[in-house]
């Protein structure tokens, strides 16, 4: 009890020694004449009426801080009361009427504490903590007005206080952040920079300054000065919030190996802050080193046990890895911390997916979405559609389209296209895709044109149809559509190599090769960089240029080690020209580590054991290809020569029948002439020698 007493007493006593220095000259005449003025005796003691408005400033002080502790709204209307005998007291005092002002401002009296606090402005227009009070309330407002007009007043008046506040005090941080941040909502971002950039040349660590600048520079698509900004700033402090900034900037950039770089430092220097190791983890995926990202995130579970995000990103990274086991693990406990979390069932469902276990993934996603509609959940408060229903939606046709039943999935994306314009703008390009897929290239070119007659100015939709146009080898049609879209920036980087890839599927090699040449002088960030060498050795590759096409490929594996598409692209190339088998085989299979569902990759590796004559090997990975891709020609035609070669010709001659039948749905570009000519020989000569196996006449005795 005695402590508490101490303490209560010097609360008061500072509270009034902290009014007193502020009011001390004006204080005993306003004093004496507002006592004598409401009583009508005879002027007290200048002693006693200061004591009285020490006693009332102090208790309303005292009676504040009681309430912040408990939310007692009879104490908050208690330290009012004593306020205002104050202030009765001493009718021009600023400090009295900011205090008023603030505790009317706590107990939600928003009125009056605008009020006061203007009051106090008008008799001391440098009260800093009135301006300071003032600004809280506008932002405090913003939050709960519906009505732009009205919102935009609040915030003009809180950007008037701040600068107010920064005329008088210059040096003070948290306003020079607010103010930035309200000029950023505004679309002021020149003022804002100005703001920041003044803050950072008094403060250079402010991580808060930095963030905000930097991650206005990458809105404004001035990414690399954001990284010079950051960099500088790290080197200087080497503050682990800064490597963490400086990691977003890398990400933001896709730059991810760089983002590793940068994360990495901030968990060296602060390995127990779990922030850097999500960033991290997150690089580590982007970069698909599943295995190393697969450990940062077991240490965060382990960190944040009762956190199911970490237990989520497991079961990806084990899905990935093919660990589908461990992959069930990680969800169910997911399901534990998050019981009835949609994010938990979509990841199950991709589970199913990957283990081919489609029906079930169905299943899943409907239940899901029936759930959602049987909540009234088609829309949100607003009228808006539910991002949770339209990602269902998403994957639902997805996971048609793995099963081949595409008609579903064109169905369950007109379902998603009812849910409002954001998502009718995704099912436009899903159902455009499910008919790619389907192999169906002029009704995808129908769709695609019906969509951008109603977004003329989308250029994805653009380049949706000129790649369409591609399957076709319409090269000029393609190009006709993509040319209008370069800027004469680093955006066109991807155009150029569109157009490359328009011109490689319709065997204009050269003219590819001068498009993905153009992409190259422009790119700066490895991921485009990655993305033109990719492509260079692929016209190389398919103009026989192997050695050029391997200088390519080892540019980007130099660059990424762990690029699978690379992977098993350079592989296949080796093992279908029966070059560096060994080699080739140990690419595909780290390709198929990376992705185990892939059925492209399946099939490169099970084609890397047929040509060095692995055939148990090489028949398991063709089957599981063929049961991830049951569509694709050349994927059949290998599983047939593995047959043939093992002697099984009526498996290897129903493949075949299969592999020609799919080369006749074939999309123009994809279609082998070649190929179809030399399946067809081969198996009317197989069926010939089946039919004289089976003939009565070949089992007589010539």
């Known amino acids: ?364 996603l409907s239940d899901a979405i029936a759930g959602i509609k049987a909540q009234g959940g088609e829309s949100t408060s607003n009228g808006n559609p539910s991002n949770a229903l339209g990602i269902l939606y998403e994957q639902l046709g997805r996971a048609y389209g793995e099963a081949q039943n595409y008609p579903a999935a064109i169905e369950t994306y007109r379902e998603m296209a009812k849910l409002g314009p954001d998502s009718k703008n995704l099912a436009e390009r899903l159902t455009i895709e499910a008919y790619r897929e389907d192999r169906d290239i002029d009704r995808a070119i129908a769709e695609a044109k019906k969509a951008l007659a109603d977004s003329p100015k989308d250029p994805n939709l653009t380049v949706t149809l000129a790649m369409l146009y591609g399957e076709k080898k319409d090269v000029e049609g393609a190009t006709q559509l993509l040319q209008p879209l370069l800027q004469g920036n680093q955006k066109d980087v991807e155009i150029y190599v569109d157009m490359a890839q328009v011109q490689e599927r319709g065997q204009q090699y050269p003219q590819a090769e001068q498009s993905a040449g153009k992409a190259g002088q422009i790119a700066i960030t490895p991921s485009d960089k990655e993305m033109v060498w990719f492509m260079l050795g692929a016209i190389y590759e398919k103009e026989k240029r192997f050695d050029l096409c391997e200088q390519q490929f080892q540019k980007v594996l130099q660059q990424n080690p762990d690029s699978p598409e690379v992977l098993n692209y350079y592989g296949y190339m080796l093992a279908d020209r029966g070059v560096r088998l060994p080699e080739a085989t140990t690419m595909i299979q780290k390709a198929v580590n990376l992705q185990p569902n892939n059925g492209a990759f399946l099939d490169s590796l099970g084609w890397a054991y047929y040509k060095q004559n692995k055939l148990p090997e090489a028949e398991e990975y063709l089957r599981r290809a063929v049961d991830r891709e049951g569509h694709d020609p050349t994927i059949l035609g290998h599983l047939a020569d593995v047959y043939l070669k093992m002697g099984q010709s009526e498996r290897a001659a129903e493949l075949m029948e299969r592999s020609l039948s799919e080369w006749q749905r074939a999309v123009p570009a994809d279609y082998d002439a070649d190929k179809v000519n030399e399946t067809d020989s081969q198996l009317k000569n197989l069926k010939k020698r089946l039919a004289q196996k089976s003939s009565p006449d070949a089992a007589k005795p010539q």
């Open 1 to 364: 009890m005695k402590t508490i007493l101490t303490v209560a007493f010097f609360v008061l006593c500072g509270a009034g020694s902290l009014w007193a220095q502020d009011n001390a000259q004006a204080m005993p005449n306003s004093a004496t004449q507002n006592s004598s003025a409401q009583t009508g005796e005879s002027k007290t003691s200048p002693d006693s009426d200061k004591a009285d408005l020490y006693y009332y400033f102090s208790l309303g002080h005292s009676l504040e801080i009681q309430y912040e502790a408990t939310g007692g709204a009879e104490l908050a209307s208690q330290s009012m009361e004593a306020y205002k005998k104050a202030l009765a007291m001493d009718p021009r005092s600023s400090v009295i009427m900011e205090r008023l002002a603030e505790i009317e401002a706590k107990s939600q009296h928003i009125r009056d504490a605008v009020a006061e606090a203007q009051e106090a402005l008008k008799v001391d227009p440098d009260n800093v903590d009135a301006h300071r009070l003032l600004a809280r309330i506008y932002i405090r407002t913003l939050g709960d007005m519906g009505a732009g007009e009205v919102q935009k007043e609040s915030l003009d008046k809180a950007i008037e206080q701040f600068q107010a506040i920064l005329k008088l005090q210059p040096d003070d941080p948290y306003s020079a952040l607010w103010l930035a941040r309200l000029y950023r909502f505004e679309n002021q971002h020149d003022a804002a920079e100005k703001v920041l950039r003044s803050l950072l040349e008094r403060e250079p660590d402010n991580g808060q300054a930095l963030e905000q600048i930097s991650q206005l520079l990458i809105d404004e698509g001035r990414s690399q000065e954001a990284i010079t900004l950051l960099s500088q700033a790290a080197a200087d402090s080497s503050a682990p919030d800064l490597y963490d900034l400086l990691g977003d900037a890398y990400s933001q950039q896709k730059d991810y190996p760089r983002a590793e770089q940068a994360y990495r430092k901030a968990v060296d220097e602060e390995p127990e802050e779990a922030s850097h190791r999500h960033g991290l983890g997150q690089a580590l995926m982007a970069e698909n080193k599943y295995a190393d990202a697969l450990d940062q995130f077991k240490k965060l579970s382990e960190m944040e046990p009762g956190t199911a995000d970490n237990y989520l990103r497991m079961a990806e990274l084990y899905r990935r890895l093919g660990h589908f086991d461990q992959a069930e693990q990680s969800l169910l406990r997911a399901k534990q911390l998050s019981p009835g979390s949609l994010e938990v069932l979509y990841n199950e469902a991709l589970l199913y997916e990957d283990q081919g276990r489609f029906d079930d993934a169905i299943k899943v």
